[in-house]
C-alpha cells in the first residue's frame, strides 16, 4: 500500500525506515531522503509508524504489501508510482 503518492513509497519502506530508527512521519520521510510536497499523508504516516511501533512491541510483524519503487516518466517531468 502506498503511503505517499507524492514521493511514491509504500508501507513496506515506511517499516524499513522505523527498523533503522525512525519514529514518526517526519523522521521516515528524512530517512527515505524525502520532502513532503502536499503533507496529506503525513498524518496517515503518523498512524502507519504507531501502529507499526506497538505492533512490533508486541511480537507481531503483519504482512507488507510489496516494494514501492517510482519512476519518472521523462527528464523533468512528475515522477509516477507503479
Ligand atoms: S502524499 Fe505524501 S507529501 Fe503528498
Do not use: H, K
Not at 521516515?28 to 507499526?52: I, K, M, R
Not at 519512476?71 to 509516477?80: D, K, N, T
Amino acid at each position: 500500500m502506498y503511503i505517499c503518492l507524492c514521493n511514491c513509497f509504500r508501507e513496506t519502506e515506511l517499516r524499513a525506515a522505523v527498523d533503522e530508527g525512525a519514529r514518526s512521519a517526519a523522521e521516515v520521510f528524512e530517512s527515505l531522503g524525502f520532502q513532503p510536497q502536499c503533507g496529506g499523508c503525513l498524518d496517515f504516516a503518523d498512524t502507519v509508524v504507531q501502529e507499526y511501533l506497538a505492533a512490533r512491541s508486541a511480537g507481531r510483524r503483519g504482512g507488507g504489501y510489496g516494494n514501492g519503487r517510482a519512476r519518472q516518466s521523462s527528464p523533468g517531468s512528475i515522477w509516477l508510482c507503479r
